[in-house]
């Protein structure tokens, strides 16, 4: 069974973390922890791809008591998204991580 803390220990100890941006994003970070903690997800084409297939409509967190391993998303709802993203009510995903815990 994969648990939140295998996922986030995985992505601690995975030898990416400072890798810099130019070369692995956020998006492609969590992608790469996940498939190294034994997950099974597509090639997902950025942070809002991400946001809509594992998170949106699902058990949401906000700001408290999240879960060790969790994925966690910059989501605005301004209506600014890029003009080559996604025009709907579930907001703009600019950043996502694991969270780590404390």
Not at 22 to 29: I, M, V
Not at 73 to 83: A, L, Q, T, Y
């Amino acid at each position: 069974m994969i648990t939140g803390a295998h996922i986030a220990d995985v992505a601690e100890h995975c030898g990416l973390i400072g890798t810099p941006y130019s070369e692995l994003d956020c998006q492609a970070f969590v992608e790469e922890a996940l498939k190294r903690a034994g997950l099974k997800i597509i090639n997902y084409r950025g942070s809002n791809h991400m946001w809509r297939e594992l998170v949106y409509d699902q058990h949401l967190i906000v700001n408290n008591d999240i879960p060790i391993g969790a994925l966690v998303f910059i989501v605005r709802f301004d209506g600014g998204e890029k003009k080559r993203g996604y025009h709907d009510s579930m907001g703009n995903a600019t950043h996502v991580g694991i969270y780590l815990g404390d």
